[in-house]
């Protein structure tokens, strides 16, 4: 699998404040962007996903931006909370998103009060 | 969201023998199912296809003679850890696709299995 790349490792925001989370992948058959947020000893689920046609996809506080040409795509969390403290992970498929994915290494989140 | 179960929740076993692991679609029948693997504060890596009415695929790396899969029905995919070991021990989690125009993947709560 080709790997996708995740950054950063882990991020501190304060609460109200702005959460980014970026990744990059090079497989250019990946055509299916989601992301998932997963607490500890649970299993992931599923936050937000995009398509390469739009640029960006907004649901409620989380909205992904994507950059085709880049091949890069991102997370922003609005009005961080500190239950939004949690291991994200970034992942990609191709097939429409109907193959096995492949995640990034993942990015610890903490909200400070 | 659709809603994927995972049984057991955790299971301990001893080495050498065989653990098997459901992995269940509740409300939505999957024709494929898939199987990771999670070690402690590390990403999932995907371990197979589950495909109901055929082999499974398996991923580069991952020994098919000692994960076992069968997916049995539409709601259903087991995962047998045959001859356990130690290395073994892992977070094993499953995901099955919604069919449309995203197939968005869900994912099952995880069975942790330690080995001793």
């Known amino acids: 699998q080709q790997q996708v790349k995740q950054s950063p490792q882990s991020l501190i925001v304060q609460k109200g404040g702005i959460s980014i989370i970026n990744c990059a992948y090079e497989?250019?058959?990946?055509?299916?962007f989601p992301w998932y947020q997963q607490f500890p000893g649970k299993g992931p689920a599923l936050l937000i996903a995009?398509?390469?046609?739009?640029s960006e996809k907004k649901e409620g506080r989380f909205t992904i931006s994507f950059n085709k040409s880049a091949k890069q795509f991102s997370l922003h969390i609005m009005d961080s909370q500190p239950g939004d403290s949690a291991t994200y992970f970034c992942?990609?498929?191709?097939?429409?998103?109907?193959?096995?994915?492949?995640f990034g290494k993942g990015t610890h989140l903490i909200i400070q009060p | 969201g659709a809603v994927v179960s995972q049984h057991p929740s955790w299971v301990i076993c001893k080495s050498g023998t065989s653990v098997k692991i459901e992995c269940r679609s509740l409300d939505f029948q999957a024709t494929t199912m898939f199987w990771y693997r999670q070690f402690p504060k590390k990403s999932l890596m995907l371990m197979a296809t589950?495909?109901?009415?055929?082999?499974?695929?398996?991923e580069q790396g991952v020994e098919k003679d000692k994960f076992l899969i069968n997916h049995a029905s539409l709601t259903l995919s087991t995962l047998t850890v045959t001859s356990a070991h130690p290395e073994d021990s892992s977070f094993y989690i499953c995901?099955?696709?919604?069919?449309?125009?995203?197939?968005?993947?869900?994912f099952g709560p995880g069975t942790r299995l330690t080995v001793l």
């Open positions: 497989n250019t058959a990946f055509d299916y």
């Open positions: 995009i398509r390469p046609d739009v």
């Open positions: 589950s495909n109901e009415g055929s082999k499974a695929t398996y």
């Open positions: 992942a990609a498929s191709s097939g429409g998103g109907a193959d096995g994915l492949t």
């Open positions: 995901s099955a696709p919604i069919v449309n125009s995203y197939n968005e993947q869900f």
